[in-house]
């Protein structure tokens, strides 16, 4: 056998390895991506617009299985209360326990503690809300707004009842990260920046972009690694009918 045959058997073998581990390294991730995302997050679908435009009816999208101690203040969650009918609920979180939620300033604003707080998520931006009120929020509860404040019956709507109208932290089932169906509005739900100067700030974005990006490495990795396989088996195969031609020539 020539130095070049034994370079180029050299050279293939370690090709097919080098292809093998890619391949193996992109299952761990893909799969491990898919079985990680399936343990953190909920899918939920939305009945309403009274999220819009931030989510829409019918849209199909990740909540994060969060414990309501997380829940920070802009964060868009799903709870379940008996008092909103005990059915699931998408809701952004505007104020928490020991302030006081009124609505509106001279400016049409919301405003936290007496803090304006800007919406740019409002479907209607205008005015925070065409329905005037004020709530300070028990401890440990929470007072909730949809974006979509002409339509949306929220924490404004439960005002009579106990709490002025928050929820017990215990009924948060879930934190919304994106969403994911149809394709037109998919994306990820910013933290919204108009609340992170309040005490507490805002909540840390999820762990779905890091299982996005391992499930989209680990694809990568396992079709890049197939093709290199294939086409240093194509090329193999290619140098030993041309070795062997010029042999019997």
Request: include cysteine; aromatic fraction near 6%.
């Amino acid at each position: 056998m020539s130095r070049a045959e034994r370079t180029g058997g050299g050279r293939g073998r370690l090709g097919q390895t080098l292809s093998s581990v890619a391949v193996a390294v992109g299952c761990v991730l893909f799969l491990g991506g898919f079985v990680w995302a399936a343990v953190l997050y909920q899918p939920y679908t939305v009945p309403t617009d009274s999220m819009a435009p931030t989510v829409r009816a019918g849209d199909r999208v990740l909540a994060e299985r969060v414990d309501g101690d997380e829940v920070r203040r802009g964060d868009v969650v799903v709870f379940l209360d008996p008092l909103w009918g005990n059915m699931p609920v998408a809701k952004r979180v505007v104020g928490v326990g020991g302030d006081t939620v009124k609505c509106c300033d001279e400016q049409g604003k919301l405003t936290i503690n007496g803090e304006p707080v800007d919406e740019p998520y409002l479907l209607q931006r205008e005015r925070a809300s065409f329905t005037v009120f004020e709530a300070t929020v028990p401890e440990g509860q929470l007072f909730l707004l949809g974006d979509h404040r002409d339509e949306s019956l929220d924490s404004r709507t439960h005002l009579e009842d106990a709490n002025n109208g928050s929820v017990p932290r215990e009924a948060v089932t879930g934190r919304i990260d994106a969403t994911v169906w149809p394709p037109g509005n998919a994306g990820m739900i910013e933290r919204p920046a108009g609340f992170a100067d309040l005490p507490g700030g805002v909540s840390r974005p999820g762990p779905l972009a890091a299982t996005l990006l391992a499930i989209t490495a680990g694809a990568a990795l396992i079709f890049g690694g197939a093709a290199y396989g294939a086409i240093g088996s194509v090329r193999g195969k290619r140098a030993g009918l041309t070795h062997n031609g010029g042999t019997h020539g």
